[in-house]
Structure formats: C-alpha cells, structure tokens
C-alpha cells in the first residue's frame, strides 16, 4: 500500500545521527508534502554537497579545486610545523571561531570506543604519519583536543603511543573550569584538574 | 573556510521536522565521512521519492502509473461511501495497521493552528467537496480521526461546520482509556469521556 520508497527513505534517513524510526517517517511524509519549496532544493544540495572531496592531509571537506589540499592546509599564512587532533569537523569550526590556533588539522571522524570491536583500527592516521615523517619539524608537538570523556581519551592514549614511537611530542588541551561554570556544581576530576594547573 | 554548500546543507536539513542547528551539522558531516555507503544511496532514493505523486482523491502519496489514484482509492474492494479525515499520511498507517477500516481516506496534511493567522485556509478541501457531490451515499457518514488534542478539536469543528452546509452527517473515533492506561493517572476529560462512553 505504501511505495517501497517510501520505506527504503524512512530506513536510510533513521540510519541518520540522532534520528529514529518515528522522526524519520515524519521527516519523509513533510518532504512528500513540500517538494517545491522544500524536498527538490535540498536533494539539489545534497548532490552539490556530494561533489566535496576530502583534504589528502587533514580529510576536512573542501570544494573540488586542481589540488587536494583543504583551505586551511592549502592556506601559506597556517603554520605547517603544528597539528591539532580533533575527533569531528564541528569541532574544527568552534577551534577556529576562538581564533586561537594557527596551524593545521588532522580529523579523526571517529573515537575509540571500548564496546566496539576494532573501532581503534578505524581512522586511518597514514597521512598523519605521512605529514610527520616529510615535516620532522611536527614531533615537536602535536595537540590533542580530544573531548574528555572516556572514549576521548581512551582514544588519546591509542594514538598518543602511536606517536610516541615515531618521537613526537603530545600536549593536550588543558582542563579546569569551564568559563561560566559553577565551583560548587563542578565534578572532582574538574576540580583536581583546575587545582592542578592553577596560575 | 567550511565550503558554502555545507552551510545551505545545514540549513535545509535544519528545517525539517524535529531537527535543529547542532543536529543538522552533524548529520551533513557524517553524510560527507559516508559517502558511499550511505549519502549516495540516500539522494538516490530521495530522488525517487520525489518522482511520487499525491492521489486525486485521498492526496496519499502512490508511485506514478496510469491512474491519478493511489492503491487504496484505486482498490475495488475498499468502500468508497466512507471517508475518514486524518490529518497525516502515519495516522493512515497506524489506521490501515488495525484493519479494522475498509473506507478510503482524506490526508489534511496539517492542522488549524489557533496562533498562526489563516491555518484553516491551508488545506484544500475541494476534492472532498467533490467526492461527497459525486457520491452522495458519503453523506451518511464521515469518520474524524483526528488527534484529541487542542489543534485537533478546533480542526475538526471547523471542517465540520463545512461538512454541515453540505449535510453531511460526521462522527469521531471514540474517546476513553487506552490500552495499557492506569486510571490514577488519566486526565480528568479522559475520564469523563470514558464514564460517559461506558458499555
């Protein structure tokens, strides 16, 4: 009675972060309703969107140009010799709007997570020691920011000893209290981090 | 810096149904990490989605074929002298699912919505105006299958005053206890409409 289409968008738009069955199926059905000003606009985007490649070295999204290189490793005014390891691109944009950080990326896309098998073996981190080896002046240090929960450094850990045998130097970023935070409603870890790295 | 098409991809994604900024960020990376596996086959079905149409008669959405009816208007063995409004395409599933209806139906699509001005002019109930003109055996009975919910009571009492001029004699799917429900914890309508409804 329904078109199978209907079922096979329902399934593939559930598969989607953070979104289920039910939200899935309404998400179809509003687009079936609105095709016009709504569906036939964003399928166009998403084609254009497909048309992305990933950066040869940090693998952020960039626009189809003659090299394969991202704007920000492509850009001559970005430090080379630093990198900054982040899980996801969202993370890479609020680095960036703190205006804090020169130098170049390298993006993850995943964590390690202790209840998947194998998902340590999931990111390739090739072009990374690719980047190491061509630029020696990098083991001097590279940046973990890594979110710190469980997974995030579990993650650290795994690559921070990959690093560690091609001699590069790891920081991370610093913990403590977050600005806005409340002392009182602050968990222990914070609160021995932030007693820690006082000044 | 982020290529101008993920931003549109973000917005767009953004707008549909129960998703937000932060999530549609999200969802627009991950499709990029999965291209593969996952967003090429997605546009491909969207795609196809698009290529469906609404019936004439019921605006349920069918593959395109000869008839301007979907299967279940275009099914000989469904009863035609019965119509019951719903307001979205999932209500019918969840209808359809406890077979107990074998009329055909009439999708509004959305609801009259007391704070946005000229909601009730939104759905185009001329092809129910016509079927009832067509067929004046559908006059004896047509089904509300409305929500009971605030949107759903001022839907159903403004189409029904429409229904009314034609002399069309309308019900509304019973209220009481659901299935599964704890008395101790019903609103006060639902027990008033379940006392008065006991059999």
Chains 1, 2 share one sequence.
Do not use: W
Request: net charge neutral; proline share 6%; charged share 20%.
């Amino acid at each position: 009675m329904v078109p199978e289409i209907i079922h096979s968008c329902i399934k593939r738009i559930a598969r989607l972060p953070g979104i289920g069955q039910r939200q899935a199926s309404r998400i179809v059905f509003s687009l079936l309703r609105s095709k016009e000003h709504v569906a036939t606009p964003l399928v166009t985007d998403l084609e254009h969107l497909l048309l992305l490649q990933s950066c040869s070295s940090c693998s952020f999204p960039h626009e189809p140009r003659e090299t394969t290189l991202c704007t920000i490793c492509a850009n001559p005014h970005r430090n080379k010799n630093t990198i900054m390891i982040i899980e996801k691109e969202t993370d890479l944009l609020t680095i960036e709007k703190a205006k804090i950080f020169n130098g170049t990326y390298f993006v993850l896309g995943s964590l390690v997570n202790p209840i998947e098998p194998d998902s340590e073996h999931r990111f390739n981190l090739q072009p990374l020691l690719v980047r190491i080896t061509t630029n020696p002046e990098i083991k001097k240090e590279i940046i973990f920011a890594l979110s710190p929960t469980a997974t995030g450094n579990l993650t650290a850990t795994h690559i921070g000893r990959i690093l560690k045998e091609h001699n590069v130097h790891t920081t991370h970023l610093g913990r403590g209290l977050p600005n806005g935070g409340d002392v009182e409603f602050t968990d222990e870890e914070t609160i021995i981090a932030a007693f820690t790295n006082r000044k």
